[in-house]
């Protein structure tokens, strides 16, 4: 049997899955304490021209919430990245003026470089 650690709402669940043909059913799950999942947040990194905002995923472009130029403070969403079919804030990770690096419509993996803060 493997062990595996499954989230369903917030909360870690510790279960057993049985391997194919081993002939035993093992019907357990119990709660696994652990800190709670935090929210999607893009990684920064700062470079002599701002910091950029990376993406924390793959995901589409959907819209910009800010105009190219717009001096924005931390933690203001700046752009929505849908993944999965649900839209996520990407927020600035520190006050300056915005700069896209992408664009309305373009598929992004992770890690690619959204915009730069500075």
């Known amino acids: 049997m493997r062990k595996f650690i499954v989230t369903i709402d917030g909360k ?3 279960v ?10 093992v019907s357990n799950a119990s709660p696994v304490e652990s800190a709670p ?3 999607a947040v893009a990684a ?10 990376l993406s924390p995923f793959p995901g589409l472009i959907k819209k910009f919430l800010v105009q190219e ?4 403070k931390k933690d203001q969403p700046i752009l929505v990245l849908e993944a999965m ?9 520190c006050d300056g003026k915005v700069s896209f690096k992408t ?6 993996e992770t ?8």
């Open 12 to 14: 870690n669940y510790e």
């Open 16 to 25: 057993g899955v049985e391997e194919v043909g081993s002939g035993q059913s």
């Open 37 to 39: 999942a935090a929210p």
């Open 44 to 53: 920064s990194i700062p470079t002599a021209a701002g910091e950029k905002v």
């Open 69 to 72: 130029g717009a001096l924005v």
């Open 85 to 93: 079919k649900m839209d996520n804030d990407i927020t600035a990770p």
């Open 103 to 108: 664009e309305v419509g373009n598929n992004v």
């Open 111 to 118: 890690n690619a470089v959204l915009a730069l803060i500075g």
